[in-house]
C-alpha cells in the first residue's frame, strides 16, 4: 500500500522567504503527483500535476520537482507572501488496478507566513 | 468549465433527518468521487463511481447511500447521521484510465445534531 509522508508537518516563515516543502512515497509505480492548496474549511484547490515522465512543474512562483525512483518530491514557493498561508497536501495516483482511482495523500504542511 | 460544484456549502442536520448532498462537473470526466474530511485530516475516500457505475465502496456505513444519475452528477444521500459524521464532504472528478490529475469541489460542510 502506497504510504507518502509530508514533513515538516507544520511551519512558519517570514513573509518573503522561499518555502520548501517536502512529500516522500513508498512506492514509485505511480501515474502521478499532485500538490494541492487548501485553505481552513474549503476545498483543495489544484496548484501543480506532475506525470510519471515528468521532472518538474512550474507555475507563476510555484515550482515542484518529482525524483519517481527515490519517492520524494518537493514544492518550492518563491517569495513567500501572507496569503500563502494554507494547507498543502501531496497526492499520489498509484498505478495498478487497485490503486487507479485511490488517490493517496500526505498529512499535509500547514504553513503560515508571518507578514 | 473547469470546476466541480457541490451544494449545498453548509448543511445543519438532526439525527433523524433526511438530506442529499449534490455534486455536479461539465468537464466529461467519467471518475466521481466522495471524500470525507475531518479537521486537520487528510481527506478519506468513501465511493467511487467510474462511468456510472459504483466502482469502490471503501466500507461506508449504509446510512450514507451513493447515487449517479448521469456522468455529470453524484449524490450523496444522508439517512440517520451520528454526530460523529460531521465532517467536510468532499466531491472530486478525473479522467478514469488516463493519468489525469483530479478536480475537487469546495465541499460540503455537515453538522449533525
Known amino acids: 500500500k502506497q504510504e507518502v509522508t509530508q514533513i515538516p508537518a507544520a511551519l512558519s516563515v517570514p513573509e518573503g522567504e522561499n518555502l520548501v516543502l517536502n512529500c516522500s512515497f513508498t512506492?514509485?509505480?505511480?501515474?502521478?503527483l499532485q500538490w494541492f492548496r487548501q485553505d481552513p474549511g474549503k476545498g483543495l484547490t489544484s496548484l501543480l500535476l506532475i506525470q510519471s515522465s515528468q521532472r518538474e512543474q512550474t507555475s507563476g512562483r510555484l515550482n515542484a520537482s518529482l525524483d519517481k525512483s527515490s519517492g520524494r518530491s518537493t514544492l518550492y514557493i518563491a517569495a513567500s507572501q501572507p496569503g500563502d498561508s494554507a494547507t498543502y497536501l501531496c497526492a499520489v495516483r498509484p498505478r495498478g488496478y487497485y490503486g487507479n482511482n485511490r488517490l493517496a495523500f500526505g498529512k499535509g504542511n500547514q504553513v503560515v507566513v508571518i507578514p | 468549465d473547469t470546476e466541480v460544484t457541490q451544494t449545498p456549502k453548509h448543511l445543519v442536520m438532526g439525527m433523524t433527518n433526511k438530506k442529499s448532498l449534490k455534486c455536479e462537473q461539465h468537464?466529461?470526466?467519467?471518475?466521481m468521487y466522495w471524500y470525507k474530511q475531518k479537521a486537520k485530516k487528510p481527506p478519506e475516500l468513501m465511493f467511487v463511481y467510474s462511468y456510472e457505475k459504483l466502482s469502490i465502496n471503501e466500507s461506508v456505513p449504509s446510512r450514507f447511500s451513493p447515487e449517479c444519475p448521469n456522468s455529470s452528477l453524484l449524490n450523496l444521500h444522508l439517512h440517520a447521521l451520528q454526530p460523529e459524521d460531521s465532517a467536510l464532504y468532499l466531491c472530486?472528478?478525473?479522467?478514469?484510465?488516463?493519468?489525469?490529475?483530479?478536480?475537487f469541489g469546495s465541499g460540503t460542510r455537515l453538522t449533525v445534531v
Open positions: 468537464m466529461g470526466h467519467r471518475a
Open positions: 512506492d514509485s509505480a505511480i501515474y502521478n
Open positions: 472530486a472528478s478525473s479522467q478514469d484510465g488516463d493519468p489525469g490529475g483530479y478536480t
